[in-house]
């Protein structure tokens, strides 16, 4: 693997693992194929922008001729496919978007890597795809309970990328991780909302009673884990990703007051989701036995991560103040306050 084609490379965690294959492999080419929806920022790559072993294509992973042009004009051998619809709280309100990205989506890609004769396709999953975990942790074998539009066709990329490795041999192999936070986070996830909007001493909205349950882990860990799997892991395998560690959504909200000093008079519960799971949890002792683990606790990430939305409104505050985003925040949160608790 040395060209590696790194599909929604201008998103979150796709920008982060651009960071760091450049970083960490000198003789690595890697091209970012990106559509640049609302979360797709080349703001995001600035820092990597004049790398000669970087380039972006603008474009659509569901636009098979643009993807195959890449393919050839690169000479990619390795496709990591981080491009998708992420949030659920959209995919309530605009699932298909979700069905034709994730699934169709992931479709095209596999299609070309089958054509090319690739040396490697990774996907990039989600524990969501197991659905909500109220007892013990969830395996690789587990079956799939998906209960949001968004876990649904995550599942159904994953689905499509096992049946071409079982189906035509294309070499593939799937990560599925926890919820990621790091820096160049867009500011509609959870905690990059919630550190802006308390910079702001803004209320930080809190769905139900808060109780939810989920393992948050730095982003470049997860970037570690997914190139361990690319190097060490085998084809036709799934492997998760996380920090084995749960925490409640209210306390992490408060941690973030804590980290800047802000009253918890900032909370403000709201009516809960429609299919809001209660707790996610993984096993992650298959990606461990490859050698891989989870360099930060969950407070040094969180801590990290604060720091860095503290030292770069340049960032998002752009974001934050854009007609387009005031409007997704007003449509998903106003009225819908509750009692608190």
């Known amino acids: 693997m040395r060209n ?27 091209v970012v194929y990106d559509k640049l929806t609302y979360a797709g920022n080349l703001d995001n790559l600035l820092d990597v922008a004049q790398n000669p ?9 569901c636009d098979a001729q643009a993807v195959r042009e890449t393919i050839r004009r690169y000479d990619v051998d ?26 169709f989506g992931t ?28 007892e013990g942790s ?32 294309v070499p593939a192999t799937i990560t599925r991780g926890s919820n990621n936070i790091g820096p160049y986070q867009y500011p509609e996830k959870v905690v990059p909302l919630f550190i802006t909007n308390a ?8 769905y139900g009673d808060g109780l939810q349950m989920r393992d948050y882990q730095y982003v470049r860990d997860h970037c570690e884990g997914i190139d361990v799997v690319l190097h060490k892991g085998r084809v036709g395998e799934i492997y998760n990703l996380g920090t084995g560690v749960e925490t ?12 800047l000093g802000k009253p918890e008079s900032l909370i403000q519960y709201i009516t809960d989701r429609p299919g809001h799971d209660r707790r996610y949890s993984l096993d992650v002792s298959k990606i461990q036995a490859l050698g891989w683990r989870s360099q930060h606790t969950f407070a040094q990430a969180l801590e990290a991560t604060v720091r860095w939305y503290v030292d770069n409104e340049w960032w998002w505050r752009k974001i934050k103040s854009g007609e ?18």
């Open 199 to 206: 910079i702001d001493d803004k209320p930080l909205p809190i």
């Open 107 to 134: 479709y095209v890609l596999l299609e070309a890597a089958k054509e090319f004769g690739l040396e490697r396709y990774h996907q990039v999953g989600t524990d969501e795809v197991y659905g909500q975990v109220l």
């Open 4 to 30: 590696l084609m790194i599909t929604g490379g201008a998103g979150f965690i796709g920008s982060n693992f651009v960071r760091y294959i450049l970083e960490r492999y000198s003789d690595y080419r890697v």
């Open 248 to 259: 409640r959504n209210i306390d992490m909200a408060r941690l973030i007051l804590e980290l």
């Open 138 to 169: 969830s395996v690789e074998t587990d079956p799939l309970h998906t209960r949001s539009p968004y876990s649904a066709s995550k599942a159904g990329g994953d689905m499509m990328v096992l049946a071409y490795y079982a189906s035509f041999d």
């Open 324 to 341: 387009q985003y005031r409007e997704y925040y007003q449509r998903h949160y106003a009225g819908r306050e509750i009692e608190k608790k």
């Open 78 to 103: 390795t496709i990591v496919n981080f491009a998708a619809e992420t949030h659920v709280d959209r995919s309530l309100t605009d699932p298909g978007s979700f069905i034709m990205t994730d699934v």
């Open 53 to 61: 072993r970087y380039a972006f294509v603008q474009g659509d992973i």
